[in-house]
């Protein structure tokens, strides 16, 4: 069973395989947090809390003079707002006579089958109805009729368990939530490093580590989108903990918009680390009757460091998370304009592309940014989804249909969450734009930012999209997003509503998304935006890859890879071999190292092909071809961080579920006179079996592989790179 109540109903544990997670509501009505870690049997651990008389932490009426019983020192599930825990809370809320204080105690439980479905937003699924279960445990507020029910899904074989809320207003006042955090997680004991993915436009998702202590730790987004800047997910692990070695807890969140991820050591040297909707520009009210779900997060643990998190996160997104036909079909190599041409092509430009494309092997066609309304740069258009045929020189439908003859798929670029102040509909429906009335409004990249929140801005979206979709041969949409939101205010929505309108703008997103993917299951998504400033688990339910980063240069490639791999599988990785030098950094690396940079991800082409030599050609057809044999390993295979980037080279691993091919790939990132060697080991062979390298035809057990490793025989040059094969073979 991995739901245990025991204790008349107080005593909760979820087991997963290896992990444990363990909840006591006290005598007082307190859901203590008592366990998280390596599996144990299901016994009250509520002992191991120390109780003391801790000086300026006070104690709640049912404490009876008990000195030593205080919120502001109990682990706690839900801790209390306004009343005595002066830590990080969860849940703010204003009630009708202005006062601020919301402190919840237990009020039962229930066990519901099946995994949860969050109306309107995405949630990780269970395929098998009989397996999952999910826990809710109902906390009343102790002096209004506001009830939070916590949810809690296990996936056993994954390690993973599920946590999100549902605030209801069963009263018949008004209330104000002011912040609504989905999971709080509370250590009583030792010290712990954050792990947090840090960075910015076109250099998405570098891990940094930092010791959690009195000096509070927090990332976070305002953006509008879950952000370049700081990615929704966070690592909370020991601290020497390693790819191998240490307690590792993942946290990540199932959102796209603004988010808050924080730690901090309280004065007793407990850590607590929140996660949720960012409070900043946040406020929601609920009126009788109403309910708020706080979005999930995703708690993934490993006793044996960073590699085992990352995989059960790659597997429990690659199958829980990601949805639709290309969940589990291969995906098509694909070639992009955007790199080649940006705006300047036409229909034969396009057309040249493609018949260079389909010669070598290469399976679709994308056609990005530019081929609607008038938009021949970022000046305009956005928002008139109404094919540009001057421009095509034709239609859309002959387009495709010329493409489709050469054999290849074709895929199209949207961006509908945006519109242009040059454009027929801003003309027409100004006030479709979020912006503050007399408030000039800022730009981002000359564009404005439609106000997802109405419906009939979305239908309206829905009608152009569905429009093409319906009418034109397409079996790809990249759907790009290309500026951070604010001067935030609807003009739908009543004015003490305001602070609800990031989280609905969010909503209406999804909205649009689902029917999308509902109404046309054939099509792959690609999610985008400006590369991956909205790279995040929600993401995945609707687009199974997501272009990674703006930046194609294969060497930066190697840092935003590596970092976006903590959490995300490399299926998920949209990456691209691009020209030379390369647009972003002027950097010139060999186009056999582009392939096996971008070999690790979504594979395709952003280049013109008329340009390259034909030796080049020679090696695209054969990247194809490796793309092809080791799909099932990239895509489908336990992933192995080697060597971080930094040091001399970068060396990373894919061993397939059977244990029988594995697959190396190494790139050295600099160069020295008289070079030492390049010595690698590789992991997760089966140390009893033998195995073939194919880089020098050596036949060794996995345990020697592992143990003793390899030395190139040649040392690589600056920004070279060599794919090494491992077989199984038969004693
Ligand atoms: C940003 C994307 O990341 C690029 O790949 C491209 O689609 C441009 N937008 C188009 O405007």
């Known amino acids: 069973m991995a739901i245990l109540v025991k204790e008349n109903g107080r005593l909760f544990q979820l087991q ?73 809370d969860c849940i703010r809320v204003r009630h009708e006579d202005g006062s601020r204080a919301a402190d919840f105690r237990f009020a039962g439980y229930k066990i519901l089958q099946g ?26 507020e102790k002096a209004s009729d506001l009830v939070v029910y916590l949810y809690y899904g296990v996936f056993e074989e994954e390690n993973v368990i599920t946590r999100s809320l549902r605030v209801e207003n069963c009263g018949k ?69 390693s790819e191998d070695f240490g307690d590792c807890y993942g946290l990540c969140f199932v959102y796209s918009g603004n988010f808050t991820a924080s730690a901090q050591q309280d004065q007793r040297g407990q850590t607590r680390v929140v996660m949720g909707i960012n409070p900043r520009q946040f406020s929601w009210i609920l009126k009788e009757g109403e309910t708020f779900w706080a979005p999930q997060v995703i708690l993934g643990y490993s006793d044996c460091g960073f590699t085992k998190l990352s995989r059960q996160y790659h597997r429990i997104l690659r199958e829980h998370m990601c ?37 070598l092997g290469i399976e679709m066609l994308v056609l990005d940014d530019g081929w609607f309304g008038r938009r021949d740069d970022d000046n305009s258009g956005l928002g008139d989804w109404y094919v540009n045929e001057k421009k095509l020189e034709g239609s859309l439908e002959e387009l495709s249909g010329k493409i489709h003859d050469m054999g290849m798929k074709f895929g199209l670029w949207f961006e509908p969450e945006m519109i242009s102040e040059d454009s027929d509909l801003y003309r027409e429906h100004p006030d479709w734009a979020l912006q503050i009335p007399g408030r000039e409004p800022n730009r981002g990249r000359n564009q404005l930012v439609l106000d997802m929140s109405r419906k009939e801005v979305r239908d309206y979206l829905f009608e152009r999209i569905s429009g093409i979709l319906g009418s034109v041969e397409i079996d790809y949409v990249k759907w790009d997003v290309n500026r951070s939101l604010c001067d935030m205010y609807s ?58 980063s703006d930046n194609t240069d294969a060497v930066n490639r190697l840092d935003i890879q590596y970092g976006t791999s903590f959490f995300y599988p490399v299926s998920s990785m949209g990456a691209h071999v691009s020209a030379v030098p390369n647009h972003q950094t002027g950097r010139t690396t060999s186009f056999a190292t582009r392939g096996h940079v971008a070999l690790s991800g979504s594979f395709g082409y952003e280049l013109d092909l008329g340009r390259i030599s034909e030796e080049e050609k020679e090696l695209v057809k054969r990247q194809i071809a490796e793309f092809n044999r080791y ?101």
């Open 16 to 88: 997963t395989r290896d992990s444990s997670y363990q909840m006591y509501a006290d005598e007082k009505g307190v859901l203590l947090h008592t366990y998280y870690g390596k599996r144990i049997e299901a016994e009250n651990l509520s002992d191991l809390i120390f109780r003391a008389d801790v000086g300026f932490s006070g104690y709640p009426p049912e404490a009876d003079g008990d000195r030593t019983y205080s919120l502001d020192c109990l682990p706690q599930e839900l801790p209390s707002s306004g009343v005595g825990d002066y830590r990080q």
């Open 115 to 140: 995994s949860l479905k969050i109306p309107g937003m995405p949630s990780l699924y269970d395929t098998d109805k009989e397996r999952g279960q999910t826990l809710v445990i109902a906390l009343k």
């Open 173 to 241: 006042t008004d209330i104000v939530l002011e912040q609504c955090l989905s999971l709080c997680l509370d250590f009583q004991f030792g010290d712990y490093d954050l792990m947090t993915f840090c960075g910015r436009h076109a250099m998405e998702r570098r891990p940094e580590r930092n010791r959690i202590g009195s000096t509070k730790l927090e990332i976070g987004s305002v953006r509008g989108t879950s952000s370049h800047q700081y990615n929704p997910a966070v690592i909370v692990c020991n601290p020497d903990a």
């Open 323 to 359: 949805r639709g036909k290309y969940k589990s079909k291969k995906r098509p190599v694909l070639i992009n304009n955007w790199e080649a041409t940006y705006f300047d092509f036409d229909g034969e430009k396009i057309l040249n592309i493609a018949r260079e494309a389909a010669k």
């Open 491 to 548: 003009h739908a929505l009543e004015k003490e509503r305001m602070g609800e309108i990031y989280h609905r703008v969010m909503l209406g997103i999804y909205d649009l998304l689902e029917r999308i993917v509902s109404g046309f299951p054939e099509i792959l998504l690609e999610g985008c935006s400006g590369g991956g400033g909205r790279f995040d688990a929600a993401m995945l339910y609707y687009s199974p890859q997501i272009w990674c």
């Open 631 to 731: 799909y099932s390993l990239t895509h489908e295979g336990d992933y192995y961080r080697l060597e971080p980037p930094g040091g001399r080279f970068n060396a990373w691993e894919f061993v397939d579920a059977g244990k029988n091919h594995a697959l190396e790939t190494l790139v050295m990132t600099s160069a020295e006179g008289n070079p030492l060697p390049v010595h690698t080991t590789v992991k997760g062979l089966d140390p009893r079996k033998d195995y073939r390298c194919l880089y020098n035809g050596q036949v060794r057990s996995g345990s020697t592989w592992m143990n003793a490793g390899l030395t190139l025989d040649q040392v690589p040059g600056e920004y070279e790179s060599v794919l090494i094969e491992w077989e199984a073979v038969e004693k």
